[in-house]
């Protein structure tokens, strides 16, 4: 939920502000003191990547910004993070590019349409055939975790759709944290060289390790169990994929978003997604994260999705050719 | 007179001023707790620090008041001031009631949102986070987060939260938060006791020392209570160097490995 100081949201039904907060930041708007300048509201004004809503193009774009853009830092002298952040639109529906054909199944979801995916080119995960055979069963089979009631698995974390706020950042020399309205998720990173927990330990949010490479922050996960998947499109990991991802200020309020996966028995080749974190400028508004009670309602439904025949997905272990 | 001696003069003078202080304000500065008397870390916005990993060590989660062990449950002396919550004699005879449902009713074993205060004790793990704007509290359990948000802004009175409006504001070293606006569903305990959507809670976190906070809680609740009371204890700072909140994840261990649904389904080992 958020509030303008001073502005007359308050009075407001709680769909109608979550609209206007959506729209303030979707654009790329800052609201401060409940005023946008034309200048502000202007879709991606003032950036050096301005198409943040197209990952291929604004990867293009910020592969060059990227080595010469000098970002702020933070008195312990590492890029500052802290703040709020948030990716321009929700791919939890499908990651992939949506045709036409696709935005009339979902019901028109999505007002961005073009794929995450940049490497490879063609902007699909490059699956196995058994598991590309496999991910289509998964969609007829079993009911995505979103749908199932699980928390939001790490691969999908950045991307995940919000009500109003998105990612919370805090920051130390020894740690970052990232905190995220959506089913209140949150990851923590230490910093300090500390080797990952136990091999049996696995986690929805897995187990991430971070680093600094020149401006780049740098995030390796491991532990994941493998029940997440990237979408609702049956787009199954294991335990064994490797997520890299690789957090670099484009300009002040942008940053290049980038995690690559790797899995020989699940992938053909090593691919790489991207998306653009923009800034959300918390100055004279009341960033308040609305409860997210998708576990709440679900645990009534569920029972009813059982019954006419829906299965929770069993993991890919118990999928995967022996 | 040398430098040293000059300090030395100092010192004394400073702590004889200190000990006639005391004298004067008598039986005052007997009761002033050690709370107020270590000076906590600063972060480097200059506030409080409560950066770390704690946890509550203690059967609150179990049952708030005092009581004796049973089967599964630790015995505790309560973390209620005066032992016993003040029920409405209605109220007490619904707190009974939830007891003898509590295996369906506590609206943790659906998984539902533990709500506030009850979070706070349930024995796991949790990390505490904060900025300016931010007191976070990021939890083990459910991996549940709990916002106190430190900018100024009132509460949404419209709009009813499980884990309530938590709004802090930092009096000297001690962050005191008011929570307003809950749903009324969620329970103190495992033992039921219980509290409706008119509850107010106003808590206060004091750092006493490295290791440790303290932490009070005065439920103000009209329609269930006869008074408003207070419950209280201190937070221990996990002291293993790896340690970090991991995941309890309720309705997943419920959907894969009680198979509750499945067997709501027809359909798994127990049909």
Not at chain 1, 7 to 16: H, K, M, P, R
Not at chain 2, 71 to 96: F, S
Not at chain 2, 133 to 139: A, G, N, P, Q, R
Request: hydrophobic share 35%.
């Amino acid at each position: 939920m958020t509030r303008v100081r001073g502005g007359g949201l308050a009075a407001i039904g709680g769909a109608v502000a979550i609209a206007l907060a959506l729209t303030a930041w979707q654009s790329g708007a800052q609201t401060r003191g409940g005023a946008q300048t034309g200048a502000e509201s202007a879709a991606g004004a003032g950036r050096a990547c301005p198409n943040t809503r197209d990952s291929a193009d604004f990867h293009a774009c910020a592969i060059g910004k990227m080595e010469t853009f000098a970002p702020a830092l933070t008195p312990w002298g590492v890029p500052d993070l802290r703040g709020m952040w948030a990716a321009p639109a929700a791919r939890g529906q499908d990651i992939e590019e949506i045709d036409e054909k696709k935005a009339f199944l979902y019901g028109g979801f999505g007002s961005i349409n073009k794929s995450i995916v940049v490497d490879p080119p063609d902007g699909k995960i490059p699956y196995q055939p058994w598991a590309m055979a496999q991910r289509w069963k998964n969609v007829e089979a079993f009911l995505s975790q979103g749908a199932a009631c699980m928390p939001v698995p790490v691969q999908r974390w950045v991307y995940s759709p919000v009500q109003v706020t998105g990612h919370r950042v805090f920051q130390r020399p020894d740690q970052i944290v990232f905190s995220m309205e959506r089913q209140h998720t949150y990851r923590i990173v230490p910093l300090d060289g500390r080797p990952h927990i136990p091999p049996v330990i696995r986690l929805w949010r897995g187990d991430t390790r971070g680093r600094w490479e020149g401006h780049s922050l740098v995030m390796v996960t491991t532990n994941r169990n493998d029940f997440g998947w990237w979408d609702h499109q049956g787009t199954m990991s294991s335990e064994e994929t490797t997520m890299e991802e690789r957090l670099t200020f484009v300009d002040e309020n942008t940053i290049h978003y980038q995690a690559r996966f790797e899995d020989p028995k699940l992938f053909t080749r090593p691919w790489t997604m991207v998306m653009a974190l923009s800034r959300l400028s918390p100055v004279g508004i009341d960033f308040t994260d609305l409860e997210d009670t998708s576990v709440e309602n679900c645990e009534l439904e569920l029972p009813h999705m059982l019954e006419l025949g829906q299965r929770p997905f069993p993991g890919t272990k118990a999928l995967a050719p022996k | 007179m040398t430098t040293k001696q000059f300090v030395l003069a100092a010192l004394v003078a400073a702590g004889l001023g200190a000990g006639g202080a005391t004298l004067l304000t008598g039986q005052q500065a007997n009761t002033g707790s050690p709370a107020q008397a270590y000076q906590a870390p600063r972060t480097v916005e200059g506030l409080p620090d409560f950066h770390g990993v704690w946890q509550a060590v203690n059967s609150a989660s179990w049952d708030i008041e005092p009581h004796a062990a049973s089967w599964g449950v630790p015995p505790g002396l309560g973390v209620v001031d005066g032992n016993e919550i003040p029920y409405q004699p209605w109220a007490r005879t619904q707190k009974a009631q939830n007891f003898r449902d509590r295996e369906t009713a506590d609206p943790d074993r659906r998984c539902f949102y533990p709500g506030v205060p009850r979070i706070m004790y349930i024995p796991h793990p949790f990390q505490i986070v904060q900025n300016t704007d931010v007191f976070e509290l990021i939890f083990e359990y459910g991996h549940y987060t709990r916002l106190i948000y430190l900018n100024g802004f009132p509460h949404h009175e419209d709009i009813p939260f499980w884990m309530g409006d938590s709004r802090g504001r930092w009096d000297g070293d001690t962050l005191v938060v008011d929570t307003r606006n809950f749903n009324g569903m969620t329970w103190f305990d495992k033992a039921g006791n219980f509290h409706s959507d008119a509850m107010r809670l106003l808590e206060r976190f004091t750092r006493t020392g490295p290791d440790h906070f303290q932490w009070e809680a005065t439920i103000e609740d009209p329609k269930v209570f006869t008074r408003p009371w207070t419950m209280r204890m201190p937070f221990y700072r996990l002291q293993e160097p790896d340690a970090m909140p991991l995941e309890y994840e309720c309705i997943f261990l419920d959907v894969y490995e009680n198979r509750r649904y499945h067997k709501l389904a027809g359909d798994g080992p127990d049909q």
